[in-house]
């Protein structure tokens, strides 16, 4: 048996942000009303960010448990934030994998039995679960509502990325109004939160929202990290800039990009590793190198615009 078979988890990725944090708790609490028990349990894979601390502190929800090691045969699992292999919970094969509840590619994980999959491309996990608290007539609190609408805000740049849709802006006003919060004041404190980002080392600065790819043959790093102050941008540039040379040799990944992105001007500055990365860059979007990064206006999205990119340049 499992170390966890009397629950069934709910857990978003690995490098945990405001979505998987916050999806997690809120599928959980949709679930458990829904079927009127308390078998749901949220968790996660790692430590909450800085952002998602304010969010939690906020609305005054405690932090999901952390699934320590891996699942084992008789764990019962549901994947919300994410579907590949790479990104989620160790001994997932051992796992029975119950749902998906996802707005990402579909990285290729393979189950053993049939399971209920829910993913839509709209910007935000978060999007989804309170499109299923409508839909089953589950009603919404402020803690839930304020968790949802951070996730949407967190995932989409305050509506301004391009992977918003407009059932992300309609589940954003509406879970705004139930949590009391105005999104243009609540947002600009929660990215503040999350982005002191100058007292943090390199390390620790690549793997706050770090994701693997694998491509092929190649395994790819995208991380990403936002500020909404652009004048640190160039030297947390500098700073990571060795880190991420030296590093990429040690784990074991061919090429590793972390996005810069500037929240207010909405651009990104990316830092490329590893052999032909930044010609990964240069021709994917047609910009001139400056040393080992590359400046892209308009690029905010991870999933949308990089991922898209690299994986064109491996065709
Ligand atoms: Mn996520
Ligand atoms: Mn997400």
Do not use: W
């Amino acid at each position: 048996m499992g170390k966890y078979s009397d629950k069934i988890l709910v857990t978003g990725h690995k490098n945990p942000d405001t979505d998987s944090i916050c999806s997690s708790i809120t599928y959980t609490n949709f679930k458990n009303k829904l079927e009127n028990t308390d078998k749901y349990a949220a968790m996660r894979l790692g430590n909450v960010s800085d952002e998602t601390k304010f969010v939690l502190d906020y609305f005054n929800m405690p932090e999901p448990a952390l699934i320590e090691g891996a699942l084992e045969e008789g764990d019962k699992v549901i994947l919300v934030d994410h579907n590949e292999k790479s990104q989620t919970v160790d001994g997932i094969e051992n796992a029975e994998v119950l749902e998906i509840i996802d707005h990402h590619r579909l990285g290729g994980l393979v189950t053993a039995t049939p399971l209920f999959m829910r993913v839509q491309p709209v910007g935000c996990t978060g999007t989804i679960v309170y499109q299923m608290y409508k839909e089953n007539g589950i009603e919404i609190s402020r803690e839930m509502a304020g968790l949802m609408v951070s996730a949407i805000l967190s995932d989409t740049l305050l509506f301004r990325s391009p992977t918003c849709t407009e059932a992300d802006k309609i589940a954003g006003k509406e879970l705004a109004a139930i949590a009391g919060i105005d999104p243009e004041v609540y947002a600009k404190e929660m990215f503040k939160a999350g982005s002191n980002l100058c007292e943090k080392s390199a390390e620790e600065i690549f793997n706050i929202d770090c994701k693997k790819f694998e491509m092929g043959e190649k395994v790819i790093t995208v991380a990403q990290v936002s500020t909404i102050n652009s004048d640190e941008i160039e030297d947390i540039h500098k700073k990571v800039s060795d880190f991420m040379g030296e590093g990429i040799k040690a784990s074991g990944c061919d090429m590793a990009f972390l996005m810069i992105t500037d929240i207010i001007n909405e651009s990104s500055t990316v830092v490329c590793a590893g052999e032909g990365a930044i010609d990964v860059m240069t021709d994917g979007f047609e910009v001139e190198a400056n040393g080992d990064a590359v400046y892209l206006p308009g690029v905010v999205s991870r999933k949308k615009q990089m991922v898209p990119a690299i994986m064109g340049a491996f065709k």
